[in-house]
């Protein structure tokens, strides 16, 4: 958990640095879908995307 709040944290501080600002909504889906995958496990994830949901 350290690694990834780590991670969230050097991201912000990035998007912040070199005003790159539309690429922060797009970075947190990415880190959602990442967190999800992670603890729910690809299958379900996966279904969604077939789905075009």
């Known amino acids: 958990m350290k690694k ?3 991670l969230l944290k050097e991201m ?3 998007i ?3 005003k790159i600002y ?3 909504p797009l ?3 990415l880190a959602v879908l ?3 995958v992670f603890y729910l496990g690809p299958s379900v994830i ?3 995307i ?3 949901i």
Do not use: E, N
């Open 4 to 6: 990834i709040l780590y």
């Open 12 to 14: 912000f501080f990035l």
């Open 16 to 18: 912040k640095k070199q």
């Open 22 to 24: 539309f690429l922060a």
């Open 27 to 29: 970075m947190i889906l």
């Open 34 to 36: 990442a967190i999800l």
């Open 46 to 48: 996966i279904s969604f």
């Open 50 to 52: 077939y789905a075009g």
